[in-house]
């Protein structure tokens, strides 16, 4: 008797510790222009995880967005890409180009050392990259949620969602939306086979090609990076309904876009009068440092060789130099915030145009040059308070000690990604949705509870 109610309650016990609640995975994949950052929200307990990456002896939280081409060979940054092997980079923007169907500096640095002259090739090879790359992430990923929910996949309805994000400027690009969506696909299609990727171009594409057919994932979605980006400053308690100019700095391009954020039916809404993307990211300061440099060296090693100078050293103040690329830097960052804010006022009645705010985010983001470029084209031409803010540091997230502060300037959209489930995003509009106003139709509107309608904005 005592046995069996032994027995009994130990079945009983064993019986209440197996879980029977699906868990719901949702993977914000920051595909950036120069790094990929990733990050696993647990969907039941509300909480997001970074998910880091080996890379030889280090552990980092940051993926070169780029993969190594030698002998014909393609080789990926997990696998660790040798010193002096060419560099196949900013593959996201050589895949928007190519789906826009323009040459780019980013689509001839991808093809030009693949040899590929045909323009009708470049969209299928600039994929297939896409592809190859986003393949071995996915896997790596998938090998962190078995280490970290291990019993992840024993229980009906245990589910991965992917979300992957474009520039808004790109946000109503149907071709764009349409390649980014079908690379994610493909990628998460071919990551959960078993059979290795090939790393050479023509199998590849073939193996892609066949991947095609395949029928959509609702598991996978693409979202505008802003809205990912902005999400941390929404949801938060300092969130404030308004106006703002969002300046999200990466390493290779500064994404400017304005929204308008209000509530509406107890959601968040989102409309965005103007964004536009420039090339002006972070590593412009050195880039175009090194090139300054370099032209002054090749300068004095002429004059040497040419025997009209005696002074066989050269001495350079790189601080100076760098200085001095902040400088040209900020002035551009004027010129182009100065257009988006023309660009704006088209479309914004002035009482709103005049509390436009700031918000500052990403990765490259510092006080000189971009801080400084942003400010300037406020008070002079437009008569704005250049208030500005970065976003806040969510709490929703376990941050390595002390780093929270650090990281999340560079996680904000891998943050905002995992904040939703694939095909349920946020409401929103784009710039092509919106009017510019007629001259002189400038009269505030009464304020209501819900974001203004088409016409009103």
């Known amino acids: 008797m005592i046995d069996q109610a032994l027995a009994k309650a130990q079945a009983q016990k064993d019986e209440a510790s197996i879980r029977k609640t699906p868990i719901y995975l949702i993977v914000g994949l920051d595909f950036g222009t120069a790094y990929t950052k990733c990050m696993v929200r647990d969907f039941n307990y509300r909480r997001a995880t970074l998910i880091p990456f080996q890379l030889g002896d280090e552990q980092t939280f940051f993926l070169p967005s780029e993969l190594g081409w030698a002998s014909g060979r393609l080789i990926h940054p997990l696998d660790g890409i040798p010193e002096d092997t060419t560099i196949l980079g900013f593959l996201k923007m050589a895949l928007s180009t190519a789906a826009s169907g323009v040459r780019s500096d980013w689509l001839d640095g991808v093809m030009r050392p693949l040899e590929i002259d045909d323009s009708h090739r470049h969209l299928e090879c600039a994929r297939a990259l896409v592809v190859f790359y986003l393949v071995r992430v996915l896997r790596e990923i998938r090998s962190f949620i078995a280490s970290h929910w291990k019993d992840f996949g024993t229980v009906t309805g245990d589910t991965v969602y992917y979300n992957m994000a474009v520039p808004v400027a790109h946000a109503r690009e149907t071709a764009v939306l349409g390649v980014f969506r079908e690379s994610l696909e493909l990628a998460v299609a071919i990551s959960q086979e078993k059979n290795d990727v090939p790393n050479n171009l023509d199998d590849l594409i073939a193996l892609v090609g066949k991947h095609q057919d395949g029928p959509s994932l609702d598991i996978c979605d693409i979202m505008p990076e802003v809205t990912a980006n902005v ?22 391009t500064v994404d400017f876009s304005v929204f308008i954020y209000y509530p509406q039916d107890g959601d968040r809404a989102l409309t965005y009068p103007h964004a536009a993307v420039e090339h002006l990211g ?36 790189l601080l100076e130099e760098l200085n001095e690329t902040r400088g040209k830097l900020a002035l551009e960052i004027t010129e182009v915030t100065e257009r988006v804010i023309y660009f704006t006022r088209q479309k914004i009645r002035r009482h709103q145009f005049q509390s436009m705010q700031i918000l500052y985010g990403g990765g490259g983001w510092a006080p000189a040059p971009y801080a400084s470029g942003v ?9 704005l308070s250049a208030v500005s803010q970065p976003l806040p540091v969510p709490n929703d997230v376990d941050w390595p000690q002390n780093e929270g502060l650090n990281l999340f300037r560079r996680f904000s959209v891998a ?43």
Do not use: C
């Open 415 to 457: 943050y905002g990604l995992s904040s939703f489930f694939p095909k349920d995003p946020p409401i929103q509009r784009f710039p092509d949705e919106i009017d510019i106003i007629p001259p002189g139709d400038d009269h505030p509107r009464g304020t209501r509870p819900e974001a203004p309608s088409k016409d009103e904005v």
């Open 231 to 252: 999400q941390s400053y929404v949801r938060s308690r300092g969130g404030r309904h308004g106006l703002y100019l969002f300046a999200d700095v990466g390493a290779g």
């Open 282 to 317: 972070s590593s412009q300061l050195e880039m175009r440092t090194f090139r300054r440099s370099q032209a002054a060296l090749t300068k004095h090693l002429r004059l040497i060789k040419e025997g009209k100078s005696l002074d066989e050293t050269w001495n350079i103040n």
């Open 375 to 383: 400010e300037k084209a406020f008070a002079p031409h437009w008569g």
